[in-house]
């Protein structure tokens, strides 16, 4: 098990993405960001794995024997059913991406840090390029953006939970 973990937009799935994609083996891709409990975690992996409807165990010997990677996102909600469930998946490369890493035995955790200076300025104007817009910004221009889109993700993320604790039971 390999852990991605750091702050929200900090670049966790896209490395993770990225490095699943650099190996050339088969893999599934389980969104965890609407996995509230074990039952979800399941859920979501079953149908990443096409046997929507179907069991752990049925998916336990459907990939026995086969080399694949499962890629767990945004798993840092659930970390305690994700522990749960990954007796199902001994055997194969296992990936997370989380805000907090899982403490099992066989975990290896790589903290991914936010881009900043250079490296941040590089990346925006990639994507700037990518988005065909004629403008550049400078490294020292870049860390007011990346101060206010932290803070602005924390404001969202504080907002989320007082949301889901009001309409929760």
Do not use: C
Not at 23 to 39: H, K
């Amino acid at each position: 098990v390999i852990t991605l973990t750091g702050p929200g937009g900090a670049g966790k799935t896209r490395l993770a993405v990225a490095f699943v994609e650099a190996l050339r083996l088969p893999s599934v891709f389980v969104g965890l960001t609407d996995a509230r409990d074990q039952a979800d975690v399941e859920r979501a992996l079953l149908i990443a794995a096409g046997m929507a409807g179907g069991t752990m165990e049925a998916l336990g010997m459907a990939v026995a024997g086969r080399e694949l990677i499962f890629l767990l996102d945004e798993a840092e909600y659930v970390v305690g059913p994700v522990r749960e469930v990954l007796h199902h998946l001994s055997g194969h490369r296992v990936i997370l991406t989380s805000r907090r890493a899982l403490d099992v035995l066989e975990e290896a955790v790589h903290r991914v840090r936010p881009l900043q200076g250079d490296e941040g300025a590089a990346f925006f104007n990639m994507q700037l390029r990518a988005a065909r817009w004629n403008h550049a910004i400078e490294p020292e221009q870049i860390e007011p953006v990346l101060e206010w889109v932290d803070e602005l993700k924390l404001v969202m993320e504080h907002t989320a939970f007082d949301q889901w604790v009001r309409v929760s039971p």
